[in-house]
């Protein structure tokens, strides 16, 4: 079965200040899909990418899938209170109509 | 956009007890939803996928006979949790996908409910 791993865990970083979250899948990636959490929250659809070397963004956010497909980065550019939450990868194994979801990253952003 | 709606947000029952959570598609039909439990500080689990008129399948682990799952029109389908016990208590989530999905794993999350068992 497929598995992601996000790095890191958990992330506190000050505001205005740039980060990154990376997602590693154990298998090709054939869809990447990158979401936003609140606590005690639904699930809030950031950006798909389905190709190789394909980057995205929207606001201060950018998601890039390598060229292998097999890992994925979100990069947020001077974040603000409004990124705190908790940022998830889904995968699409591509072999069954689901998605796995990685382990999350927990973003605080602080004053 | 696509909304999906959860009812109740929360839900506090005593052990023993049967609770229904209720997942609607409020401007799309979905052909397909999913029913996840997260659990704190964890990331999302699936437990079952469900197809309008026909049966859940079930990941593997997840009791179907505690977890019922009726997905019975194109926008609504239910997560019965019956005889629920403490270890029930979780986060449930549900997801909807539409025939008009951009990606055929495009999904729409509801936005959840929070079940306690005492």
């Known amino acids: 079965s497929q598995e992601l791993e996000q790095s890191p865990q958990s992330l506190i970083v000050q505001e205005g200040k740039n980060l990154t979250i990376n997602c590693t899948s154990s298998?090709?990636?054939?869809?990447l899909y990158w979401y936003k959490q609140k606590y005690g929250e639904g699930l809030i659809f950031l950006m798909m990418l389905q190709k190789g070397g394909e980057e995205k963004s929207h606001e201060k956010i950018t998601a890039k899938l390598d060229e292998k497909k097999q890992q994925s980065s979100l990069h947020i550019t001077a974040s603000q209170p409004s990124h705190a939450g908790i940022y998830l990868c889904?995968?699409?194994?591509?072999?069954?109509?689901?998605?796995?979801f990685g382990t999350g990253t927990r973003l605080q952003v602080t004053l | 956009g696509a909304v999906v709606s959860q009812h109740p947000s929360r839900v506090i029952c005593k052990s023993g007890t049967s609770v229904k959570i209720e997942c609607r598609s409020l401007?799309?039909?979905?052909?397909?939803m999913f029913w996840y439990r997260q659990f704190p500080k964890q990331s999302l689990m699936l437990m079952a996928t469900s197809n309008e008129g026909s049966k859940a399948t079930y990941e593997q682990g997840v009791e179907k006979d505690k977890f019922l799952i009726n997905h019975a029109s194109l926008t609504l389908s239910t997560l019965t949790v019956t005889s629920a016990h403490p270890e029930d208590s979780s986060f449930y989530i549900c997801s909807a996908r539409g025939r008009q999905a951009v990606s055929y794993n495009e999904q729409f999350f509801g936005p959840g409910t929070r079940l306690t068992v005492l």
């Open positions: 401007d799309f039909q979905a052909t397909t």
């Open positions: 889904g995968a699409d194994a591509g072999t069954a109509s689901k998605l796995t």
């Open positions: 298998k090709t990636l054939y869809g």
